[in-house]
């Protein structure tokens, strides 16, 4: 093993010990599974019933479920790679930069440690909860999503969990203790299911708010996975009728829109592309600059 495959180990042990980090990873997801299990899911229910009383209650479960689901993994792929910094910020913050500079290891060795074992964690995490997610909605709701809209999703995850890691590392590397660190986590943790579009759909908020949250790149990329999930749970409720289920698609973020311009799938992933270069390279200056 080389030199940042240990780092890497290393950060990896670290980050999967403290289980507070891990569960601060993780409360965006639990929130909103708690949410929607208590009484969210109910809600969404009843409200869809009454708009397609020809639809049996299975099917609009299985609808909001997936639809639920699209979110968690959204969420979890955007939240994991950020608390997997935690070390980053600890070492930062206890000057343990020095002991590695004692050894003969590169700057450049480091930061790609800390980077790499994020992006690990972001990919290793969000994969679990989309295999849960799966097995939930087989088990639960009956719905099987086809292998090539499985494969869709794992690279719209990884893709995701790259952009999001490499932000979360520029913003890390500007904090220099744990206290501030644990902050941002718990905000992030909380207000993400928001500008996500998770927590209540979209189509519910004033159009100014609307707007501004289909503008930025955490909805829209929790957009594409939720056209994957929700494609054939969608057509089964609204009996494949176009205009019921573009109405649908827009209430929900499964379709997003800045003003009259629609949001694509191309034009995620050459946002989300450009998020993993420009902040994995912002970043990794950043954190060259503070290993002294």
Request: hydrophobic fraction near 55%; aromatic fraction near 10%; proline fraction near 3%.
């Amino acid at each position: 093993m080389g030199v940042v495959g240990t780092i890497i180990s290393r950060n990896l042990r670290l980050f999967f010990r403290d289980r507070l980090n891990v569960f601060f990873s993780l409360l965006s997801a639990i929130i909103l599974f708690a949410l929607y299990t208590l009484f969210l899911g109910n809600l969404q229910t009843s409200g869809l019933q009454e708009s397609f009383p020809d639809a049996t209650s299975a099917e609009i479960k299985a609808f909001v479920d997936s639809w639920m689901f699209a979110g968690i993994v959204g969420m979890t792929s955007i939240t994991t790679g950020l608390g997997a910094l935690g070390v980053l910020v600890e070492d930062a913050a206890s000057r343990r930069f020095r002991d590695f500079l004692v050894s003969p290891i590169r700057r450049g060795q480091i930061v790609a440690g800390y980077l790499l074992a994020a992006l690990v964690v972001a990919l290793l995490m969000t994969m679990i909860v989309l295999v849960i997610s799966l097995i939930y909605l087989w088990l639960v709701d009956g719905v099987v999503l086809p292998p090539p809209a499985v494969l869709r999703i794992v690279g719209w995850v990884a893709l995701s969990g790259a952009a999001f890691t490499a932000l979360s590392a520029f913003i890390a590397s500007f904090l220099s203790s744990q206290g501030a660190f644990s902050a941002l986590s718990t905000i992030v943790g909380t207000i993400l299911g928001f500008v996500a579009g998770a927590y209540i759909p979209v189509g519910s908020l004033p159009d100014a708010v609307r707007e501004v949250i289909n503008a930025l790149p955490f909805a829209q990329s929790s957009m594409v996975l939720r056209r994957e999930f929700t494609h054939g749970t969608l057509d089964t409720l609204t009996g494949g009728v176009a205009e019921a289920s573009d109405s649908i698609a827009t209430f929900y973020g499964i379709d997003l829109a800045v003003g009259d311009w629609s949001v694509t799938a191309v034009y995620v992933a050459a946002v989300l592309g450009a998020m993993v270069v420009v902040f994995f390279s912002l970043a990794s200056v950043r954190i060259r600059a503070r290993i002294v």
